[in-house]
C-alpha cells in the first residue's frame, strides 16, 4: 500500500466528514423555551431542570439548547399546561396534577393518598403502561410528557394550630393541590391551590391556615417554619411523579437524534432529582428535629388518617364513575400495584420496621 497516498486519502475523508457534521449542526441549531411553575432558583426542582438543559447541550454537541425561564417570567405559574399546547412555549416543567380540570385522569400521574411511593410509581410509568396511557391522553392536548423528577414522599404540611383531632380540620384552608386536595375537601378542609412562589405570603398574612409543599428540604428553604411551627408527617403524595413536557408537534419536528437526547436527559434528571432529595431532606430533617427552628414534627391524629383512608377510596371511585379516562388509568393501576405493593411490603417494609430507629414524633 502506498502510505503517502492513504493518508491522503484518509484526510480528504476526515475533512468531509467534519465539514458534513459541521453542516448538519449548522442547519439543524435549535433553541426550546421551557417554563417552569416554580422559581428557577428553586432548590432541587430549578437546579433539576438546568441540569437537564445543560445535559442536552452536551449530548447535542451544543445544537440543541434549552432556555429555561421561572414562574411567571413568560407565562404564569399555571398558565404552562395552556400555553404549551397553543406552541406559545416549546416545553414546561411543572406537575400533572395541576391540570386535573382539565382531564381528573391526570392527577394519577403525579400521585395518590396513601398510593405509589417512588420506585412503585417509576415501575408503572416505565413497565406497566402508565407513560403510554399518560402519553395518549395528553395528545389530544397537543402535548408529550417526560418524567420530570419525583419528590419521593411529601410531608403533610406546616400548621400554625396543632391539629389535635379530626374536629380540628373543619373549615380549615390548606393549600394542597390534586386528589390530597379532594381528600382533605371531605375531611371539612377548604383546600385552594396557590403557586409556590405566593404561598409564604399567604401562610404569613393568615389567608391560608396550613399549607403543604414538598419535604424539609424545600419546605425550610421556603421558611415557612417561621410562621407555622407545627410540621405534619404525610399520606396525600407518598411518591410524587413532576413532569418535563413539551409541545408534541414543535417535538415531532424535531431531527430523531435530538429527540433521543431530551428523552435521556429527561431521564437523568428524574433519576438525579430523586436521589438529591433523599440526601437534602435528611439534612434539612436534623435541623428540624435539633430545635433550630422552633418546630413540634407531628403526625395526624388517629382518626383523621382513618377518615382520610375511607374518603380516598370513595373519591376514587367517584372519579372513575364520572370519567371514562379516569377509570381507564386508575383500572391500569389496580393491575400493576397490589403485586408490587405486597413486594414493597415484604423486600422493604419488613427491614425498616425492624431496622433500629430511636426516632419520636413530638406531642402536638
Partial sequence: MDRRKFLKTAGIGAVATTAFTTNLYAKTRKTLKVCLSWPKTLPIMGEGIFFFANRVKELSGGALKIKVYGANELVPALGVFDA????????????????????????????????????????????????????????????????????????????????????????????????????MAALGVKPVNIPGGELYTALERGVIDATEWVGPALDTKMGFYKVAKYYYSGWHEPGTNLELTFNKKKFERLPKEFQAI???????????????????????????????????????????????????????????????????????????????????????????????????????
Avoid at 125 to 139: H, K, S
Avoid at 153 to 180: H, V
Wanted: charged share 25%; aromatic share 14%.
Fill in 262 to 364: 431530551i428523552e435521556t436527559a429527561a431521564n437523568e434528571m428524574n433519576a438525579r432529582m430523586l436521589a438529591q432529595f433523599q440526601y437534602e431532606n435528611g439534612k434539612a430533617l436534623k435541623k428540624i428535629m435539633s430545635g433550630e427552628y422552633g418546630v413540634k414534627l407531628c403526625e395526624f391524629p388517629a382518626d383523621v388518617n382513618e377518615a382520610a383512608k375511607k374518603a380516598i377510596k370513595k373519591i376514587l371511585e367517584e372519579n372513575a364513575n364520572k370519567s371514562k379516562d379516569f377509570a381507564r388509568v386508575y383500572e391500569n393501576i389496580q393491575s400493576y400495584f397490589p403485586d408490587t405493593r405486597k413486594w414493597t411490603d415484604v423486600g422493604m417494609k419488613w427491614f425498616l420496621d425492624t431496622r433500629d430507629t430511636d426516632f419520636k414524633y413530638d406531642k402536638c
Fill in 84 to 183: 404549551c399546547s397553543k406552541g406559545l412555549i416549546d416545553g414546561f416543567h411543572s406537575g400533572p396534577y395541576y391540570w386535573k380540570g382539565k382531564n381528573p385522569a391526570f392527577s394519577l400521574f403525579t400521585a395518590y393518598p396513601f398510593g405509589m411511593v417512588a420506585d412503585e410509581m417509576q415501575g408503572w410509568l416505565d413497565f406497566a403502561g402508565g407513560m403510554e396511557l399518560w402519553r395518549e391522553l395528553y395528545a389530544k392536548y397537543n402535548l408529550i410528557p417526560f418524567k420530570g423528577g419525583n419528590t419521593g414522599n411529601q410531608m403533610g404540611g406546616w400548621f400554625r394550630k396543632p391539629i389535635k383531632s379530626l374536629a380540628d380540620m373543619k373549615g380549615l384552608k390548606i393549600r394542597i393541590p390534586g386528589l390530597g386536595g379532594e381528600v
